[in-house]
């Protein structure tokens, strides 16, 4: 198994999309998983799904599927928990993370994050906007041996993927945006339609 995997974070219930897999909507004629599949491919050796629906449902795509680890419904934290420990299974050391409503993230993502990695290995992507900066740390680099830190933190009542990070010293890699944001994300009908031009405008 390759030392770096990658985990989707798919465990979302899109209460704003009025419910349903957000990552089976249609972009440009195929599903949102599959436009982040291909975004996330050539750039890990291996991927899992983490997602919490039948495992049948996502049978199209061809990946492994974990479901969250306990405690449920703890959100992306405990999609994280259940790719750390896959990945441990297979002997990874490292593993990045990406969210699936997110279908336009850089194709140079995890050189970024590896390039940007703190002193334990963290890193967490981040866009600039003039001199804002705003951190995305759905989307990361995170040693597989964090696993039991993570569990740890989740018993204890964590939530925010944002703040656990935090505790680790992460890197941060900085994409400069002056167009389209590239770590946009889908929640509504309304970003799901500016995804669709988006898709279909691009070259």
Known sequence: MPALVGVILAGGR?????????????????????HVIDRLAPQVGAMVLSGNGPHETYAQFGLPVVADSPPLQAGPLAGM???LDWAAAQGSSTMVSVAVDTPFFPRDLVARLQA????GGVAIAATRHGQAVR??????LWPVALRDDLRRALA???????????????????FDSDGPDPFFNINTPEDLALAEQRATSRP
């Open 116 to 119: 940007a990695a703190g002193p």
């Open 14 to 34: 899109a209460t704003r999309m009025g419910g349903g897999d957000k990552g089976l909507r249609l972009i440009a004629g195929r599903p949102l998983l599959t």
């Open 156 to 174: 204890g009542g964590a939530r925010k993927l944002g703040d656990w990070a935090a505790q680790h010293e992460p890197g941060l890699a900085i």
């Open 81 to 83: 928990l259940a790719g």
């Open 135 to 140: 951190r995305h740390p759905t989307f990361g």
